[in-house]
């Protein structure tokens, strides 16, 4: 319904919640298809699902970019593994 509206932002917080592995999927699909036309930006704590989601990904604490580039890159920073992995 909002993709008829041709948005220029389309902002998904967690949509894979609740879901199935293979909604899930389905989903990281149908985003990836959607970011071919228009600009989204997805807000989510499974890892699994960014992965394959395969963009580029933002982490953020309180406002602040904590670290930007490909998952793995951002799962190795030190400050991205103290403040969210408490390692």
Known sequence: MLLAQDP???LVDEP???M???ETEETAKLLRKIAEKHSVVVVEHDMSFVR???TRVTCLAEGTVL???TLDQVS??????ERYLGR
């Open 76 to 81: 190795q920073n030190p400050v991205v593994i």
């Open 20 to 22: 199935t592995d293979s």
């Open 52 to 54: 394959a989601l395969g």
């Open 67 to 69: 670290a930007e580039g």
């Open 8 to 10: 220029k932002l389309l």
């Open 16 to 18: 894979v919640a609740g």
